[in-house]
């Protein structure tokens, strides 16, 4: 049923040409490798060799045709895999008619195509990815400290004041900016916000 849907919205296009269909995997890499088309709508769910591996194949052969990942499933797995594995294109099964096509002239021109929500997922993972690197930084700072600066760090980070901070830790006002220095300096910064940036995000307070 998919693909005689899928045969009949591509017909009504006059520049593109199905010129052929596979139900699994292997049955995919055999027919690239008899029709050489330009572009693969593979699905990821298949019996046999999945797409995932299909699409990785693909990617690696001779003369690696563009491949478009089509699923039912909008989960980052499903989506980073097959980006990594080699696909230009991923669209979900529910994308409008009219929009198949254009996904396909898209990744034949060399463009990416994404379907909104798959878009805003791979925007969401680069934003943790950069989040969780933000962190590993900040960490591997805070280990360059000694257990007196560490702690001097994260009262900093609470919002206290030097005074404030000096009597947390039993120690005068002098001794707070002197191991304030001594973090500037290996932090790389004289601004008291970015050490406490620097604490907050390596999840010290």
Not at 76 to 103: E, F, N, T, W
Not at 157 to 176: D, P, R
């Amino acid at each position: 049923m998919v693909v005689s849907g899928l045969r009949s919205i591509l017909g009504n296009a006059n520049d593109i040409e199905v010129v052929g269909t596979a139900s699994t995997g292997e049955e995919a890499i055999n027919a690239v490798n008899l029709h050489f088309p330009d572009l693969v709508l593979m699905d990821i769910q298949m019996p046999g060799m999945g797409g995932i591996e299909a699409i990785r194949r693909l990617a690696n052969s001779v003369r690696a045709p563009q491949v478009v990942a089509l699923t039912s499933f909008d989960t980052d797995d499903h989506l980073l895999q097959a980006l990594d594995a080699g696909a230009a294109g991923y669209i979900l099964k529910d994308i409008a008619p009219g929009d198949l096509p254009v996904a396909i002239r898209t990744v034949v021109k060399g463009e990416p195509f994404l379907s909104p929500l798959s878009l805003r997922q791979l925007i969401a993972h680069s934003q943790g990815n950069e989040a969780r690197r933000a962190q590993q930084d900040a960490a591997a700072l805070m280990a360059t400290l000694t257990s007196k600066e560490r702690e001097i760090a994260s009262l900093v980070a609470q919002g206290l004041s030097n005074k404030e901070v000096a009597e947390a830790s039993f120690i005068s006002e002098a001794t707070v900016k002197t191991h304030l220095n001594r973090i500037g300096i290996k932090f790389d910064t004289n601004n008291r916000v970015q050490i406490a940036v620097i604490a907050e995000r390596a999840r010290l307070v």
